[in-house]
């Protein structure tokens, strides 16, 4: 089914890259310090990236949340190349790239479900990839429980991609919220 989809003004264009931004380059730089044996507290802020392109992709389309994902990745990768060690930043690059043009697509391709479909499976999967490639590129070899913190990030990952649906709901129900947005 063809979609015509509202093009971002400059203003909502630049506050999707700038959000994009800030949660990766959060992210990457928290990572970085874990909680416990099994989390970061880069699980934490991470998955508010999937929340960003959902709400582009779902008002703009999957061709504005590739801007924003393209534009918002070479912010964070600038940024994280100076505050965050080159294989953190490396492996962020990878696989925000990989995990976001899979939440896009996958967003995108059940739009028309239930209205909770799309952003819950797109998260699920994408959280997945995204915990995979990051976790096997920026810690393999490091002398620390990589695969547990990979584990426990994903959970933590999924559990607030669940969560994460209440404030989709209400942004994507509010059409003026979503018009600043």
Same mark, same amino acid.
């Given at each position: 089914?063809?979609?015509?989809?509202?093009?971002?003004?400059?203003?909502?264009?630049?506050? !999707?890259?700038?959000?994009?931004? %800030?949660? /990766?380059? #959060? $992210?990457?730089? @928290?990572?970085?310090?874990? =909680?416990?044996?099994?989390?970061?507290?880069?699980?934490?802020?991470?998955p508010f990236?999937?929340?960003?392109?959902?709400?582009?992709?779902?008002?703009?389309?999957?061709?504005?949340?590739?801007?924003? !994902?393209?534009?918002?990745?070479? %912010?964070? /990768?600038? #940024? $994280?190349?100076? @505050?965050?060690?080159?294989? =953190?930043?490396?492996?962020?690059?990878?696989?925000?790239?990989?995990?976001?043009?899979?939440?896009?697509?996958?967003?995108?391709?059940?739009?028309?479900?239930?209205?909770?479909?799309?952003?819950?499976? !797109?998260?699920?999967l994408a959280?997945?990839?995204?915990? #995979?490639?990051?976790?096997?590129?920026?810690?393999?070899?490091?002398?620390?429980?990589?695969?547990?913190?990979?584990?426990?990030?994903?959970?933590?990952?999924?559990?607030?991609?669940?969560?994460?649906?209440?404030?989709?709901?209400?942004?994507?129900?509010?059409?003026?919220?979503?018009?600043?947005?």
């Amino acid at each position: 089914m063809n979609h015509r989809f509202v093009k971002a003004t400059r203003h909502q264009f630049m506050l !999707a890259v700038l959000s994009m931004g %800030v949660v /990766v380059l #959060a $992210s990457n730089i @928290l990572v970085q310090y874990t =909680i416990n044996d099994w989390l970061t507290w880069g699980a934490i802020t991470y998955p508010f990236a999937f929340l960003v392109s959902e709400l582009v992709n779902r008002r703009f389309g999957p061709g504005e949340a590739r801007h924003v !994902a393209w534009f918002g990745f070479a %912010v964070a /990768v600038a #940024a $994280s190349a100076v @505050l965050a060690p080159a294989r =953190i930043a490396a492996a962020s690059g990878m696989a925000f790239v990989c995990s976001q043009m899979l939440d896009i697509y996958v967003f995108d391709k059940l739009r028309h479900s239930r209205w909770w479909q799309a952003p819950l499976i !797109a998260t699920v999967l994408a959280a997945c990839l995204d915990t #995979a490639v990051f976790w096997s590129i920026g810690f393999t070899g490091e002398n620390l429980p990589w695969v547990s913190l990979a584990l426990g990030d994903l959970g933590v990952k999924l559990v607030l991609g669940i969560f994460l649906l209440l404030p989709f709901r209400l942004l994507m129900g509010r059409s003026n919220s979503l018009r600043s947005f």
